[in-house]
Structures are given as C-alpha cells and as structure tokens.
C-alpha cells in the first residue's frame, strides 16, 4: 500500500490536523473486528498545543468506553 497523508489546514507552523494512513496493524488480513485497526498515527498543531496520537490505541480505548457506557456508542442518552 503506497503511504497517504491527509493533510487539514496549513502545516508546519500553522494549526493543522495531519493524518498518516500507513496502511493495517495486521496488514495479511482483511477484517477489523479482532484489532486490525489503520495504521495512521495524527499529527495535530492547534493554538499552542500539539498532539501526537496512535490511532490503534485510541480506537481501543474508545471502544473500552462504549463498553463500560453502552449509550455514548449508541447516540443515546
């Protein structure tokens, strides 16, 4: 898979969002349902703050929180 970048906004010293999609943590299999999540850390600039953050990690941790609060993934209340 040839590397993409997303790139949202202005980079180097301006705020900008920028996306990595480097391809599947398990890149021989086709399903996402056992963790085989993208491969595409972000790179985020905003204000005086930046923000590096793996994807895999952060879609565990979120699926973590739909299970222990099953109405936040649902939309409900």
Excluded: C, K, W, Y
């Excluded at 398990?26 to 491969?39: E, T």
């Excluded at 600039?45 to 649902?74: C, W």
């Amino acid at each position: 898979m040839d590397r993409l970048e997303i790139l949202i906004g202005r980079a180097e010293r301006l705020d900008h969002v920028l996306i990595r999609v480097l391809g599947r943590t398990f890149p021989g299999h086709n399903d996402f349902h056992d963790g085989n999540q993208p491969a595409s850390p972000i790179h985020a600039r905003i204000g005086g703050f930046t923000a590096e953050i793996d994807l895999p990690s952060f879609l565990g941790a979120v699926a973590a929180v739909e299970r222990r609060f099953p109405a936040l993934g649902s939309g409900g209340a």
